[in-house]
Protein backbone atom coordinates (compact mmCIF):
# COMPACT_ATOMS: atom_id res chain seq x y z
CA UNK A 1 0.00 0.00 0.00
CA UNK A 2 1.35 3.85 -1.05
CA UNK A 3 -0.24 7.00 0.74
CA UNK A 4 0.10 10.26 -1.09
CA UNK A 5 -0.72 13.06 0.61
CA UNK A 6 -0.69 16.24 -1.70
CA UNK A 7 0.10 19.82 -0.15
CA UNK A 8 0.20 23.43 -1.13
CA UNK A 9 -2.20 24.55 -2.75
CA UNK A 10 -4.27 27.72 -2.39
CA UNK A 11 -5.72 30.93 -3.97
CA UNK A 12 -3.36 33.03 -5.54
CA UNK A 13 -3.76 35.83 -7.90
CA UNK A 14 -3.08 35.35 -11.99
CA UNK A 15 0.47 35.55 -12.26
CA UNK A 16 1.43 33.93 -8.85
CA UNK A 17 2.80 30.59 -8.23
CA UNK A 18 2.57 27.66 -6.41
CA UNK A 19 4.33 25.18 -5.42
CA UNK A 20 2.97 21.62 -4.12
CA UNK A 21 4.08 18.50 -2.62
CA UNK A 22 3.08 14.70 -2.56
CA UNK A 23 4.71 13.01 0.27
CA UNK A 24 4.30 9.02 0.11
CA UNK A 25 4.27 6.52 2.96
CA UNK A 26 3.77 3.36 3.10
CA UNK A 27 6.03 2.05 0.38
CA UNK A 28 9.11 3.58 -1.51
CA UNK A 29 8.22 5.41 -4.74
CA UNK A 30 11.99 5.28 -5.82
CA UNK A 31 11.14 3.06 -8.65
CA UNK A 32 7.35 4.34 -9.14
CA UNK A 33 6.28 6.46 -12.26
CA UNK A 34 4.36 9.42 -11.00
CA UNK A 35 1.84 11.80 -12.14
CA UNK A 36 0.26 15.08 -11.25
CA UNK A 37 -3.39 15.24 -12.41
CA UNK A 38 -5.97 18.07 -11.95
CA UNK A 39 -10.25 18.43 -12.45
CA UNK A 40 -11.51 21.48 -12.65
CA UNK A 41 -15.80 21.25 -11.91
CA UNK A 42 -17.57 19.77 -14.70
CA UNK A 43 -14.70 18.78 -16.68
CA UNK A 44 -12.74 15.17 -16.97
CA UNK A 45 -9.45 14.49 -14.77
CA UNK A 46 -6.39 15.52 -16.81
CA UNK A 47 -2.89 14.85 -17.20
CA UNK A 48 -0.89 17.78 -16.14
CA UNK A 49 2.61 16.39 -15.63
CA UNK A 50 4.23 12.96 -15.86
CA UNK A 51 7.61 11.64 -14.22
CA UNK A 52 9.67 8.54 -14.57
CA UNK A 53 10.82 6.52 -11.87
CA UNK A 54 14.70 7.43 -13.07
CA UNK A 55 13.91 10.84 -13.23
CA UNK A 56 15.21 11.17 -17.00
CA UNK A 57 12.07 11.89 -18.67
CA UNK A 58 9.21 14.31 -17.84
CA UNK A 59 5.95 15.17 -19.58
CA UNK A 60 3.98 17.84 -19.80
CA UNK A 61 0.82 18.79 -20.78
CA UNK A 62 0.71 21.56 -23.50
CA UNK A 63 -1.80 23.84 -21.35
CA UNK A 64 1.06 23.91 -18.51
CA UNK A 65 4.46 23.85 -20.76
CA UNK A 66 6.75 26.35 -20.02
CA UNK A 67 5.20 27.55 -17.02
CA UNK A 68 4.78 24.04 -14.62
CA UNK A 69 7.78 22.15 -13.09
CA UNK A 70 7.24 18.82 -12.21
CA UNK A 71 10.43 16.74 -10.03
CA UNK A 72 11.32 14.33 -7.66
CA UNK A 73 13.49 13.62 -5.35
CA UNK A 74 16.19 11.66 -6.34
CA UNK A 75 16.20 8.67 -3.53
CA UNK A 76 12.87 10.20 -1.83
CA UNK A 77 9.56 9.57 -1.50
CA UNK A 78 8.32 13.24 -2.44
CA UNK A 79 7.08 14.65 -5.75
CA UNK A 80 6.87 18.56 -6.48
CA UNK A 81 5.00 20.81 -8.98
CA UNK A 82 6.06 24.01 -9.54
CA UNK A 83 3.56 26.39 -10.68
CA UNK A 84 4.55 29.34 -12.17
CA UNK A 85 2.44 32.41 -14.57
CA UNK A 86 -0.61 30.56 -12.94
CA UNK A 87 -3.54 31.58 -15.02
CA UNK A 88 -7.61 31.60 -14.04
CA UNK A 89 -8.07 28.21 -16.01
CA UNK A 90 -5.68 26.61 -13.94
CA UNK A 91 -8.19 26.58 -11.15
CA UNK A 92 -8.76 22.68 -10.18
CA UNK A 93 -8.23 20.34 -7.40
CA UNK A 94 -4.48 18.77 -7.93
CA UNK A 95 -3.69 15.24 -7.31
CA UNK A 96 -0.83 12.87 -7.69
CA UNK A 97 -0.67 9.27 -8.61
CA UNK A 98 1.89 6.22 -8.63
CA UNK A 99 2.23 3.61 -10.67
CA UNK A 100 3.40 0.48 -8.44
CA UNK A 101 1.87 -2.56 -9.46
CA UNK A 102 2.97 -2.75 -13.07
CA UNK A 103 6.20 -2.85 -14.91
CA UNK A 104 7.78 0.36 -15.69
CA UNK A 105 10.48 1.29 -17.70
CA UNK A 106 13.01 3.81 -16.10
CA UNK A 107 12.57 6.66 -18.78
CA UNK A 108 8.59 5.88 -19.36
CA UNK A 109 6.28 8.32 -18.76
CA UNK A 110 2.53 7.75 -18.30
CA UNK A 111 -0.04 10.54 -19.02
CA UNK A 112 -3.68 8.18 -19.04
CA UNK A 113 -5.47 8.07 -15.08
CA UNK A 114 -5.74 4.28 -15.92
CA UNK A 115 -1.74 3.85 -15.62
CA UNK A 116 -1.73 4.57 -12.12
CA UNK A 117 -2.38 2.33 -9.17
CA UNK A 118 -2.35 4.94 -6.20
CA UNK A 119 -3.65 8.45 -5.98
CA UNK A 120 -3.82 11.34 -3.57
CA UNK A 121 -6.57 12.98 -1.86
CA UNK A 122 -6.18 16.35 -3.82
CA UNK A 123 -5.31 19.89 -2.88
CA UNK A 124 -7.22 22.93 -4.16
CA UNK A 125 -5.26 25.30 -6.54
CA UNK A 126 -7.94 28.19 -6.94
CA UNK A 127 -6.20 31.38 -9.28
CA UNK A 128 -8.26 34.53 -9.31
CA UNK A 129 -8.39 36.97 -12.15
Known amino acids: QVQLVESGGGLVQAGGSLRLSCAAS????????MGWFRQAPGKEREVVAALSWSGTSTYYADSVKGRFTASRESAGNAVYLQMNSLKPEDTAVYYC??????????????????????WGQGTQVTVSS
Open 97 to 118: AARTKFPTPAGTTYAGSNDYDY
Open 26 to 33: GRPISRAA
